[in-house]
Structures are given as C-alpha cells and as structure tokens.
C-alpha cells in the first residue's frame, strides 16, 4: 500500500504540472444551442437540410418526399425534431436512396469487405489506422494484388503511427505489385511531405470499391477481430476468459494482470461494428479518401469516378460526417450531442474510448432526469487503461442522474456507435474522447429512421446481455486505489 499512494502522489504532481501546460481547444465553440421545443413540421424540416439522391441534389418537393417516407416507418415526430436539433449546428447534408447493412465483428465484416473487392470492375481504395501484417492483412494483400493484376486501380492510405508495428516488406510487396500506397502523416520528418503535428493521426476505417459499395466503422485491418467475439456476428463462442473481478463490486475491482489481459484478448477477439453502404452515400467516403490523398501528397492519383447509373440501390437516408483537427468544430461531437440534448426517449451507446469530458456528461445526466432511458455499454478491460479509467471517473454522477451503465464482459470493447431515440443511429471510427474529437481524422456514418434504429436496439441488447450492469451502492463503495486511478486520469482526460 505505501508504494501505491507514493506513486499516486507523484501522479498528481505530474498531471498538476501538465495541466499547467494549457488545455486542447474545445470540439465545440460557443453557446451550444438549445434542442427544438417541438417537432418542426415536415416542409420546414426539409427547407433546413440539403438532400442528394441518385440523380444528383434534390429540389423541396423531392426533399419533403424522402422525409416522408424516413418518418413513416415510425417515430416521425422525433425524427424531425432530431433533424432540427442537427441542423442548429449548421449545414445538414443527408444522402436518400441507400442500402444499408449492419455488420457486427471482424469475420462478417471481412467476408463482406473481401466479397466486395472479389465484385470490383473498376477500383478499390481503403483507408485503415491499422493495418498489420498478420493472417488476415496477408490475405487481404493477396486478394488486392490478384485484383490489380487484373487491371483494377487499387489505393491504400494507412495511418504511420498506427501501423507502426508492420513491417515495410509488407507494404513494399504491394507497391511492387502496382498498388498505390502512402503512409499518413509519417513519423520520420524526412518520409513527410510537408510539416504535420505528430499528434494529427488517421483514425478512419474505410474501404469503398467503384464508388457503389461502401464500408466504415471501427474495424481495423487486425488479427484481434479474426475470431469474433463470441457474439452473434462471430464465427462461433469464443473461449471463456479467466474470471475477474467487475468494477463496482469491490475495492478491489479494477486491479488486473496484464499479460492475463492480453492472453484473454487474443482468446476472445474484439467486440467491433462496420456499415456496408450502397448508394449516393457510398461517393461521401470516396471523396473524403480522395481528400486525404491529395493533402498527404501521396504518390499517384485516385481517380474520381462515378458510380453506374441506375436506379437508388436502397431507401435509406444517411449523413456521412467527417472530421479533422483543422474543422472550427467537430460535427461528429455535435451531432451527438445535439441529438443527447434533444432526446426524448432513449439514449443508447455503445463506447470503446469514453472520456467525453463535461458537457457531455451533463447531457447525458440532463435526459436522464428528465425520463430518457439513457443506457451506456463501456469496457470492463481495454487497450488503454487511462481512458477506461478517466471514464470510470464519472459513473459516480450519472448513476445518481439516472444513467444506467453496463460494462461488457469476455471480450475486449472496441465499437462505437449509437441509436438516439431510435431514429438516429450512428456507426463509426469516433469514439467519444478527446483525442477523437480534437486530434484525430475521423468519419461517422449516420443512418435515420426506425427500420435501421431498431436494427441497431435489437444489437444493442444483445451486448448488453453480454455485460454486467454497475449497481450506484456498490460502486460507491470502491477502493482508494481505484479511485486514486480514476483521479489520476481524470486530470488528463483532455490529452489522452
């Protein structure tokens, strides 16, 4: 015990001293506004949004018509409030006519994601933080190498710092083979094109083939989501992981083994989602691959093509919102939060990295004790530990606010998603932190309306069978050690 109060105090004098260095801009500047007081009527909804189809951006009738038949699947009056709450913040851009599929962990994303490269007539880009040079990595170089010996133009963009343990021969074999391929961001200033902040990483996931089909989410290009994790969108059960102590049940709950926790990893896979889209959304993250490109001045070009012309594939509506640490405000901070503060019903998310710091929290806690069912699935073990534990520093509040929080068991979380008052769904590579907010490049895909919404409950409830729930009593009842960690972390929420 006395080595870890040393070490706690110590901890304190260097947060102190780091917080004295100054503080990360804020995701969001200014008042923030408040949520509509009622739901806006159909034709002023549709005048607050821009809308593009099939065929190209759609005139008020058109745009009316689509917001017709998103809110007749149910919910309507919600939904149009959602989208005013969204369009408070500024533009609004959604895309009408997709087809949408939820893909829930590594081996379903996989079989789907190399499905779809099998299927190219044209061309391939993806763009991946990690991309390891393990069994999966490997069979994806040998599907994109058989595919550009095949004629087909194919572009990968991985992030330096992420991809930091792969080896150069791995991505050397596909340059050799005619694959276009560029570091984000490199660390060595002499492989940098022009100057970047080291701290300005590529978190995104995506892969989009002839710019028709479209994948986003949080999968990496990893051997951690080649088993699933034991849930309904893996292979099969996974291994059961040695037991452990659940956080809130006693002081000696957050105590862990390293090297059991890797073992268990490794064992029991990551629990993970993706989005397969096809439609006009599908061309928002071909472009923003294109964008990405063109600033990292990435050797060759990616070519901007269109998608064959044809009738819309779906008849889902979806935004695609990206963000970058150049944008005045990150819009996927806003579109959560807006949609927090005007939820009427529920709240359900799903956060691998949860360190959203206090304006966040305060909506959560504000639906909460206004009678929305805010319900939060977190980690019981992660990655990194100083965010799990930055996040942990604030159940104390929300379980008194009424938050319900459960903590999945027997696989490592790493998904990011969220339905809102089950008209607003959201799947994509942002966790609710600050380093996703302020440093990262990041997309999120949104879908609106029920049918999706309650594909995205029903997932939900799965993972939160899959949980253990964190009793207010029992929590409260936790150790010095563990609260010494959450302090600690707290102090350094914003730099994590």
Same mark, same amino acid.
């Given at each position: 015990?006395?080595?870890?109060?040393?070490?706690?105090?110590?901890?304190?004098?260097?947060?102190?001293?780091?917080?004295?260095?100054?503080?990360?801009?804020?995701?969001?500047?200014?008042?923030?506004?408040?949520?509509?007081?009622?739901?806006?009527?159909?034709?002023?909804?549709?005048?607050?949004?821009?809308?593009?189809?099939?065929?190209?951006?759609?005139?008020?009738?058109?745009?009316?018509?689509?917001?017709?038949?998103?809110?007749?699947?149910?919910?309507?009056?919600?939904?149009?409030?959602?989208?005013?709450?969204?369009?408070?913040?500024?533009?609004?851009?959604?895309?009408?006519?997709?087809?949408?599929?939820?893909?829930?962990?590594?081996?379903?994303?996989?079989?789907?994601?190399?499905?779809?490269?099998?299927?190219?007539?044209?061309?391939?880009?993806?763009?991946?933080?990690?991309?390891?040079?393990?069994?999966?990595?490997?069979?994806?170089?040998?599907? @994109?190498?058989?595919?550009?010996?095949? /004629?087909?133009?194919?572009? $990968?963009?991985?992030? #330096? =710092?992420? !991809?930091? %343990?792969?080896?150069?021969?791995?991505?050397?074999?596909?340059?050799?083979?005619?694959?276009?391929?560029?570091?984000?961001?490199?660390?060595?200033?002499?492989?940098?094109?022009?100057?970047?902040?080291?701290?300005?990483?590529?978190?995104?996931?995506? @892969?989009?083939?002839?710019?028709?089909? /479209?994948?986003?989410?949080? $999968?990496?290009?990893? #051997? =951690?989501? !080649?088993? %699933?994790?034991?849930?309904?969108?893996?292979?099969?059960?996974?291994?059961?992981?040695?037991?452990?102590?659940?956080?809130?049940?006693?002081?000696?709950?957050?105590?862990?083994?390293?090297?059991?926790?890797?073992?268990?990893?490794?064992?029991?896979?990551?629990?993970?989602?993706?989005?397969?889209?096809?439609?006009?959304?599908?061309?928002?993250?071909?472009?923003?691959?294109?964008?990405?490109?063109?600033?990292?001045?990435?050797?060759?070009?990616?070519?901007?093509?269109?998608?064959?012309?044809?009738?819309?594939?779906?008849?889902?509506?979806?935004?695609?919102?990206?963000?970058?640490?150049?944008?005045?405000?990150?819009?996927?901070?806003?579109?959560?939060?807006?949609?927090?503060?005007?939820?009427?019903?529920?709240?359900?998310?799903?956060?691998?990295?949860?360190?959203?710091?206090?304006?966040?929290?305060?909506?959560?806690?504000?639906?909460?004790?206004?009678?929305?069912?805010?319900?939060?699935?977190?980690?019981?073990?992660?990655?990194?530990?100083?965010?799990?534990?930055?996040?942990?520093?604030?159940?104390?509040?929300?379980?008194?606010?009424?938050?319900?929080?459960?903590?999945?068991?027997?696989?490592?979380?790493?998904?990011?998603?969220?339905?809102?008052?089950?008209?607003?769904?959201?799947?994509?590579?942002?966790?609710?932190?600050?380093?996703?907010?302020?440093?990262?490049?990041?997309?999120?895909?949104?879908?609106?309306?029920?049918?999706?919404?309650?594909?995205?409950?029903?997932?939900?409830?799965?993972?939160?069978?899959?949980?253990?729930?964190?009793?207010?009593?029992?929590?409260?009842?936790?150790?010095?050690?563990?609260?010494?960690?959450?302090?600690?972390?707290?102090?350094?929420?914003?730099?994590?």
């Amino acid at each position: 015990m006395p080595r870890r109060v040393a070490a706690l105090i110590l901890a304190f004098g260097l947060s102190a001293g780091l917080v004295a260095c100054g503080t990360p801009r804020a995701p969001v500047n200014g008042r923030v506004p408040d949520p509509p007081a009622a739901a806006p009527s159909l034709t002023r909804v549709a005048a607050q949004v821009d809308v593009v189809g099939a065929r190209g951006p759609l005139g008020q009738a058109s745009r009316e018509q689509v917001l017709q038949a998103a809110a007749a699947q149910g919910k309507a009056d919600l939904l149009k409030r959602q989208i005013a709450a969204m369009s408070s913040f500024g533009d609004v851009d959604l895309y009408a006519g997709n087809d949408t599929k939820l893909l829930v962990d590594g081996p379903a994303t996989f079989a789907a994601m190399f499905d779809a490269i099998g299927k190219a007539r044209r061309q391939i880009v993806l763009e991946s933080y990690i991309i390891e040079d393990a069994d999966v990595a490997q069979q994806l170089a040998d599907l @994109l190498l058989q595919r550009r010996a095949q /004629g087909i133009e194919v572009a $990968i963009l991985y992030d #330096a =710092v992420g !991809s930091m %343990g792969t080896q150069d021969a791995y991505f050397d074999r596909m340059r050799q083979g005619g694959i276009a391929v560029c570091a984000f961001n490199p660390v060595n200033p002499l492989k940098r094109s022009r100057y970047h902040k080291i701290t300005h990483r590529d978190h995104r996931k995506i @892969l989009v083939v002839d710019a028709e089909t /479209g994948f986003t989410g949080g $999968i990496n290009i990893s #051997a =951690v989501y !080649s088993s %699933g994790s034991g849930g309904f969108g893996s292979r099969g059960p996974s291994k059961p992981k040695p037991k452990s102590a659940t956080p809130g049940a006693s002081a000696s709950n957050a105590a862990s083994n390293p090297a059991s926790d890797a073992k268990a990893e490794e064992e029991n896979g990551w629990r993970d989602t993706m989005i397969q889209v096809r439609g006009p959304a599908t061309r928002a993250l071909h472009t923003m691959f294109r964008e990405v490109w063109a600033q990292q001045h990435c050797e060759g070009t990616v070519a901007s093509i269109e998608p064959v012309a044809g009738p819309a594939p779906g008849k889902q509506l979806m935004r695609v919102i990206p963000a970058t640490p150049q944008d005045t405000e990150n819009r996927i901070y806003t579109l959560l939060l807006g949609s927090i503060r005007a939820a009427q019903r529920s709240v359900y998310l799903t956060m691998a990295y949860f360190a959203p710091g206090q304006d966040m929290v305060d909506a959560l806690c504000d639906a909460a004790r206004r009678g929305v069912d805010v319900q939060l699935i977190l980690p019981s073990r992660s990655d990194f530990g100083p965010v799990m534990q930055a996040g942990r520093s604030h159940y104390e509040r929300m379980l008194q606010a009424g938050v319900r929080i459960h903590e999945l068991q027997d696989a490592v979380l790493h998904a990011k998603t969220a339905v809102i008052d089950g008209v607003v769904s959201t799947i994509g590579s942002s966790n609710m932190d600050w380093r996703s907010f302020v440093y990262n490049n990041e997309v999120n895909a949104v879908v609106l309306g029920e049918d999706f919404g309650d594909a995205m409950t029903r997932m939900f409830d799965r993972d939160r069978a899959a949980s253990k729930s964190i009793d207010l009593q029992r929590w409260q009842d936790r150790g010095l050690w563990q609260r010494g960690k959450e302090y600690f972390s707290r102090m350094f929420e914003q730099w994590w």
